[in-house]
């Protein structure tokens, strides 16, 4: 029973959405890119857990999608993440004026927003030919309330992240 509520919960938590922005060169040859590799000294902006994480994700849908990770690559990939907190509205103030059986009033309050602001983040996957060095896909990932605490939750958030990312590649014609 224990099992199953965790897993209810890390659907709960995994339906939160992820949206993904794609462009491409629409004159492209998708079907010569058999293999990739990634950028050298890439700072991703992710921890290094989270980056290894997300490594992880991606060569394994890579290789799903029939992708090689290859020193000798035909394209390489570079990724670049941003995190920061959403706006809170800013306290409210309310003015109103009020009466009854005679007496007149007014009153004045202040709303103070309460709890965390959410985290959100972005993370833009560019793929980039290795004999030109052009781009020629990319992808921009964003999602609100990014996982804080466990490595279970935040692997599955890069796995969706990954499956929702590669959805639009190659792009369909």
């Known amino acids: 029973m224990k099992k199953l509520a965790s897993i209810f919960f890390l ?3 995994l339906s939160c959405g992820v949206a993904v922005d794609y462009d491409y060169e629409k004159n492209t040859d998708f079907s010569k890119y058999k293999s990739y590799s990634y950028f050298r000294n890439m700072d991703t902006g992710l921890s290094e857990l989270d980056a290894k994480r997300l490594f992880a994700a991606l060569d394994e849908a890579m290789a799903q999608k029939g992708l090689l990770l290859s020193e000798n690559s035909d394209f390489i990939i570079n990724i670049e993440s941003a995190t920061y907190q959403d706006m809170q509205s800013n ?3 309310g003015v109103g ?3 009854g059986g005679g007496n007149v009033g ?3 309050s202040v709303g103070i927003p309460l709890g965390q602001a959410n985290m959100s983040r972005q993370i833009k996957f560019d793929f980039v ?3 030109t060095n052009q781009l020629f896909w990319q992808a921009i990932s964003s999602e609100i309330d990014v996982p804080r605490d466990y490595p279970e939750e ?3 958030k890069f796995q ?3 499956q929702k990312v590669l959805e639009g590649f190659p792009p369909s014609k």
Do not use: K
Request: net charge negative; charged share 15%.
């Open 106 to 108: 007014g009153g004045i």
């Open 97 to 99: 004026v009020g009466g």
């Open 160 to 162: 969706q992240i990954v």
């Open 91 to 93: 306290s409210s103030v």
């Open 11 to 13: 659907c709960i938590c």
């Open 129 to 131: 030919d290795a004999n």
């Open 154 to 156: 935040r692997e599955a």
